[in-house]
């Protein structure tokens, strides 16, 4: 730029210096110009030298080009103090028209000058200062008022070319400074444009105000993708199958506006593998006039296929392939809400495998899957294309299968139960796993998807207590039920806190001498709405809510309590349930009534059923033995009614047997109850235990079991069961927290009138 302007200024002062020398030609200053002109010459020729013969050895490049500044600088003082000199030669010898043309020349250097050096300020102010300073000398030698009044204003002339100067020197640094940063910014998006077509699968697109594919400037070259399918001409609606989100394109592109990451499936040649891409763009407008869409596309068949694998996952069952839980709940939502054919049956179906801890107990997990999967197949098999078959959860499976009438319904079902029945082969071995059913039918009345699934839960547990293998159907009377179970349930946490419930007590009576021989307790709960209710209403409930521990280990704390009030030699049974057996807390409470009481242990006799040890049964005898250890006495009840009665007498030593009330009832008018009777009685006395028969009812009962040697009878030809308060006219009772009453005579045998109903509620078992 410096050696640029060096010859632009060497040709203006040589042009200028030649006018002045003209000029004044023939003046007595004449002679004077010719010696400056020629110092101009040679000013000018040192000015050119300089530029172009800097030393080579000046490295780098900075410091030569400061070189180049440092003599330009230089060069223009020395014109400056040669142009300052003219004035002292010209002003004295030339007229005042001569001193018009010379100050018009210098004025003219002067802002010449400065214009064309502006950008190297130091050189300026030193071409400009030395000019001004002569004329301004010059005008005040000459002793004229109107000169110096000049020289004032080339004074403020001079300052004002300075501050023009440094004003158009900063504006020129600002310029140069902002295109340089235009410069690195664009350099810098060319490498980050670069690196992008590089490392990513993107690529830009453009359409015309048809929506037809344009090429712009920043289009990549060499995407795979892109050149297969986007090509100039082509409508960008016809590149994507139609769905969803071809739709939202087009509705935005005719609307004219912006979309953002559309999941759009690429057209494929047949045959061809899926193509997904993801789809930006938004439309461009220039001076408010609509010229097309512009936007970025990805492709997205990777995470696409990983989406839709995950989706997959969580809606369908990975063992099975079946729909999950999640999957059945939708379709339910929209079969309750789609209307019903007329005379058309439409069902929930649910399922559970009756034998599948069975078979993965003993085959093992895998077979369990494998049986799952043969399931999942005859399930598929049995329903059609548009039946819903999901499974649930384990061995759970639910269908929504709809029939033209209730006829082909019960058929589908009748022939579901069988197939499910038949034998499966689990790698050889044989698996016999049938499937209990529970059905409930759509109705215009129930919109409630969750009711459905409740009432199809409950015609499944109906269908379990009925027998396995087989459906039933949900009624009304099912809900009613599940209602009276929920709030009996809820009752019954409330009962134990608010002491409800109460201990009955059935006198067991020496077959010989009709003498009170010990009590059987009986559990009743008081409640206070319903009254007295019996143990076959909520015992099975306590079971199934797990509130029969607490309420097992609560009755043998009260009938201990109430033994301190009978004589030492009156016994008392109580029954223990199949899950109070096996309480850690059993064995601490019996020890813990028995010492708090101070009653003798073997006083308690526990009543165990043949369903306690057929569950757990080494466990089971374990504790029982652990119990008699104590010194507690051990009776089977409800002798004869089980499937091992007789192994059981082998495996642990009974002090009691008690034939069961159902082989009793029947002593007059069937000879096989009565021969049962002897059997039982003669094996109790060849293993050396007691014997005791309940349900007795009558006096020929009572003869015949006393006549074939019956140890002690129990049933209303006795007693019913009572509170012990109102048994004190078959026993002496000890000082209780009643009234002091003088005790009355105590008969040997207390007969029921005969309108009085027999108890035959359950037992706390």
Known sequence: MVRRITFVMILANLM????????????????????????????????????????????????????????????????????????????????????????????????AGTFLMARTPAAAISFLLPVGAGVVAAMQLLNDQTYQFISLLTLAYVCALVLAVSWSYKQ??????SECAVTEQSQLIGLLLRDFEES?????????????????????????????????????????????????????????????????????????????????????????????????????????????RIAYMAHYDGLTGLPNRITMQEHLEKAVR??????????????????????????GHPAGDELLRQVSGRLTG????????????????????????????????????????????????????????????????????????????????????????????????????????QQVETDLHRALDNQELRVFFQPVVDAETLEVSGFETLLRWEHPTRGLVYPGEFIE???????????????????????????????????????????????????????????????????????????????????????????????????????SSLSYLRSFPFDKIKIDKSFISDLESRADNRAIAIATLELARSLGMSCTAEGVETGYQSDFLRENGCDNLQGFFISRAQPLDKLGHLVELKDSDAAQVAPAPRPKLRIVEPDETPDRTAKVS
């Open 16 to 111: 200028n210096a030649c006018i002045v020398v003209i000029c004044f030609h023939g003046t007595v200053a004449s002679d004077l110009l010719y010696v400056w002109g020629a110092a101009i010459l040679v000013s000018s020729m040192v000015s050119v030298g300089t530029q172009f013969f800097i030393p080579r050895d000046m490295d780098p490049l900075d410091q030569r080009s400061q070189a180049a500044l440092d003599n330009f600088t230089r060069g223009s003082l020395l014109n400056g103090i040669l142009w300052g000199i003219v004035p002292f030669i010209v002003m004295n010898a030339a007229a005042p028209q001569g001193q018009m043309i010379l100050g018009v020349i210098v004025a003219g250097m002067m802002f």
């Open 172 to 177: 020129f640094v600002e310029q140069h400074l």
């Open 200 to 308: 990513t699968s993107d690529w830009l697109w453009q359409t015309n105000t048809d929506g037809q594919l344009q090429d712009i400037p920043l289009v990549f070259e060499g995407l795979k993708g892109a050149d297969s399918v986007m090509r100039k001409g082509d409508p960008l609606l016809e590149l994507f199958m139609e769905d969803e989100a071809h739709y939202v394109l087009k509705t935005s592109l005719m609307r004219r506006q912006a979309f953002r990451d559309l999941a759009l499936q690429v057209k494929t040649p047949e045959g061809g593998q899926e193509c997904w891409w993801s789809v930006t763009g938004k439309p461009i407008f220039e001076n408010g006039k609509f010229r097309g869409f512009r936007g970025v596309a990805t492709d997205i068949t990777q995470s696409k296929e990983i989406e839709d």
């Open 338 to 363: 789609m209307p019903l054919p007329p005379k058309a049956s439409r069902a929930l179906v649910w399922m559970d495998l009756d034998n599948f801890k069975w078979v993965n107990d003993t085959l």
């Open 382 to 485: 049995v329903c059609r294309d548009e039946d819903v078959v999901s499974r649930i959860s384990g061995d759970e499976f639910a269908l929504i299968v709809e029939r033209p009438d209730w006829e082909q319904l019960e058929d589908f079902l009748d022939d579901l139960v069988e197939r499910m029945s038949e034998p499966y082969d689990i790698w050889g071995s044989t698996a016999n796993c049938s499937a209990s059913v529970g059905v409930r039918l759509f109705d215009s009345f129930t919109q409630d998807a969750r009711a459905l699934l409740k009432h199809a839960d409950l015609a499944l547990y109906q269908a379990k207590k009925l027998g396995k293998g087989n459906w039933c159907m949900f009624t009304d009377e099912l809900d009613e039920k599940a209602r009276a179970r």
């Open 541 to 643: 409930h306590a079971e199934d809510i797990g509130l029969i521990t607490r309420i097992g280990d609560w009755v043998i704390r009260a009938a201990m309590a109430e033994a301190r009030r009978l004589p030492d030699h009156i016994g008392i049974s109580v029954n223990i349930s199949p899950l109070q057996i096996h309480s850690q807390s059993l064995v601490p409470t019996i020890m813990q009534a028995i010492a708090a009481n101070n009653i003798a242990p073997e006083r308690l006799e526990l009543e165990i059923t043949e369903s306690v040890l057929m569950s757990d049964t080494e466990f089971t005898l374990q504790r029982l033995h652990q119990i008699k250890k104590i010194g507690v006495r051990i009776a089977l009840d409800d002798f004869g009614t089980g499937f």
